[in-house]
Nanobody, 124 residues
Framework: QVQLVQSGGGLVQPGGSLRVSCLAS????????MAWYRQVSGKQRELVAK???????TYEDSVKGRFAISRDNAKRMVYLQMNDLKPEDTAVYYC??????????????????WGTGTRVTVSA
């Protein structure tokens, strides 16, 4: 069974740091783009950061210079290092990945997977 398993997060004071991690597990042929999204209750899920297979990154404007996304392809991991956290960063953070997985006809198919979410709370 293919799944994204998240870890990390929690409660931190403003100005502090946290790291969230995500492991892609199961029968996976290859991993394409990986990303982190976040969602505040009552609002749409928004893209925080994305990293392509060759390491190119993009960030949402409000996190540029504070957050860093990275990946370890050998370990099938993606990370989001969050520094100088602000109360407005409080949200549930979701891992996302485009994975090539075996299909029923002995080929491969690309599917979009999501983690179950990790809560990050920034509060004094």
């Amino acid at each position: 069974q293919v799944q994204l398993v998240q870890s990390g997060g929690g409660l931190v004071q403003p100005g502090g740091s946290l790291r969230v991690s995500c492991l892609a597990s199961g029968s996976i042929v290859s991993i394409n783009d990986m990303a982190w999204y976040r969602q505040v209750s009552g609002k749409q899920r928004e893209l925080v950061a994305k990293i392509t297979n060759d390491g190119s990154t993009t960030y949402e404007d409000s996190v540029k210079g504070r957050f860093a996304i990275s990946r370890d392809n050998a370990k099938r991991m993606v990370y989001l290092q969050m520094n100088d956290l602000k109360p407005e960063d409080t949200a549930v953070y979701y891992c996302n990945a485009l994975l090539e997985v075996p299909s029923r006809n002995m080929g491969v198919t690309i599917m979009d997977y999501w983690g179950t979410g990790t809560r990050v709370t920034v509060s004094a």
